[in-house]
């Protein structure tokens, strides 16, 4: 069993919709969630951050952890077409360390329809 | 500019070539990383560094090598380039926390 477990997709959705993006894992050590967003021929940027379990909303994107599951969902609400991307969720068990323990999914395409 | 630049952003090169990928960072950060990126492996940890004195390989290392030569420049050798290091190449650093910045990668392709 992999590390971390995404489904790469691609997901193809119209405008307006709301989209779920999720990553499963194996290791109960991590704490430290993020998501990444990928454009195409663009290196990937930190979208949102949560640690531990729980809820965490910016705009229209919200994280969630459910750590007794081992699963991370990322929300995207009203979903635009300029939110057509890569998303990579990560995931590690150390805070500031090095992220030479950094584990990535492979990432989820999302394609939003005009 | 961009605050962490990788050049040159596309290279053909020939199999058996000696390649140099070079990234700089104009954000100060210690930590530096290069990673590579292939469809339906996603991103994988080659070599990473925490200041001009420490390299620590990553995942996958073998046929790589990295020079550190001073905070803010990290390159990435491939010595005899072969076909399967054909990928999309990225340099990253690490600011507080645990947030990595990209850049915007190299793409290489070994014939």
């Known amino acids: 069993q992999k590390e971390v477990e995404q489904d790469p997709g691609p997901l193809s959705v119209p405008e307006g919709a709301i989209v779920s993006l999720n990553c499963t894992y194996s290791?109960?050590?991590?704490?430290?969630f993020m998501w990444y967003r990928q454009y195409s021929r663009k290196g990937p940027e930190l979208l949102m951050y949560t640690y531990s379990s729980g809820n965490k909303e910016d705009g229209r994107f919200t994280a969630q952890v459910d750590k007794s599951s081992k699963y991370i969902s990322l929300f995207i609400r009203d979903s635009q077409p300029s939110d057509s991307a890569t998303y990579l969720c990560?995931?590690?068990?150390?805070?500031?360390?090095?992220?030479?323990?950094?584990?990535f999914g492979k990432g989820t395409k999302l394609s939003v329809k005009p | 500019d961009a605050d962490v630049t990788q050049t040159p952003r596309n290279r053909i090169t020939k199999t058996g070539k000696r390649i140099m990928l070079e990234c700089s960072q104009t954000k100060g950060h210690d930590r530096m990383y290069w990673y590579r990126q292939d469809p339906g492996l996603g991103l994988r940890l080659i070599y990473y560094?925490?200041?001009?004195?420490?390299?620590n390989k990553g995942e996958i290392s073998d046929g790589y090598s990295v020079s550190r030569q001073a905070q803010a420049k990290f390159s990435l050798s491939l010595e005899s380039a072969i076909p399967n290091q054909t990928a999309l190449y990225f340099c990253a650093t690490q600011g507080a926390g645990n947030t990595i910045y990209f850049g915007e990668g190299s793409w290489l392709t070994v014939v």
């Open positions: 990560a995931m590690t068990q150390n805070y500031g360390g090095s992220q030479g323990n950094l584990i």
């Open positions: 290791n109960s050590a991590f704490q430290y």
């Open positions: 560094s925490f200041d001009v004195k420490d390299i």
